[in-house]
């Protein structure tokens, strides 16, 4: 079982999402995050006065899979979010040892 973690563009969510449900994959975890790469954030003119914004918006995508699909998911993810232009995100793969699912206490494949 693997685990991927990707973050991507906000606007970029929903194509996303249809992209993983189109091979088969369904349920993720998305949450609101803030961060930089090289991007290096922006500067941003309010009333006036230029600032700094260092952290931009974006969104972490978790998705539990089975390893055998690892491949296909991370190829939808890469087609549906790349726009080509810096700030586009990442994805990282984890190694899951164990999952549990609360309600049922089914294990490894069949908690996914």
Known sequence: MKLISAIIKPFK???VREA??????????????????HQKGHTELYR???YVV???PKIKIEVAIEAESLDKAVDAIIGAAK???IGDGK???FDIQQAIRVRT??????AL
């Open 13 to 15: 969510l929903d194509d």
């Open 20 to 37: 993983l449900s189109a091979i088969g994959i369904s349920g993720m975890t998305v949450t609101e995050v803030r961060g930089f790469g």
């Open 48 to 50: 006036g006065a230029e």
């Open 54 to 56: 260092d952290f931009l």
């Open 83 to 85: 726009t080509g232009k």
């Open 91 to 93: 994805i990282f793969v």
């Open 105 to 110: 206490g089914e294990t490894g494949r069949e």
